[in-house]
């Protein structure tokens, strides 16, 4: 590709894939919020979130470096802890803004 138009359609199908992939966390962020209500634990358990984000930074090659990955996760993090907790607090799982 080397055109402009090329490399934004090739952006727009990877936005398309992120939206499903995220949706997809999201429902299993959902289904731990029903097991830790079940289980009585907390919604926020900071040693799992620092393992995740041990995990993706292990796992990055680049070109974003590692502190920008932890920010993106962070904020991945923090809206799958809300979704939890909304589904905890007997929510509905989605809400279209």
């Known amino acids: 590709m080397s055109d402009l138009a090329g490399w934004r359609k090739r952006i727009d199908e990877i936005d398309q894939q992120l939206v499903k992939l995220l949706s997809e966390r999201a429902q299993c962020a ?3 919020g029903h097991l830790k209500k079940a289980m009585e634990l907390r919604t926020w358990q900071p040693e799992r979130e ?3 984000l041990r995990n993706v930074v292990k796992a990055n090659e680049g070109p974003l470096d590692d502190a ?3 920010r993106l996760f962070e904020r991945i993090i ?3 802890r809300s979704l939890e907790r909304h589904s905890m607090d007997g929510g509905s799982s989605f ?3």
């Open 95 to 97: 809400r279209k803004e």
């Open 30 to 32: 959902l289904e731990i």
């Open 50 to 52: 620092a393992e995740i």
């Open 78 to 80: 923090d809206e799958a």
């Open 68 to 70: 920008a990955i932890r």
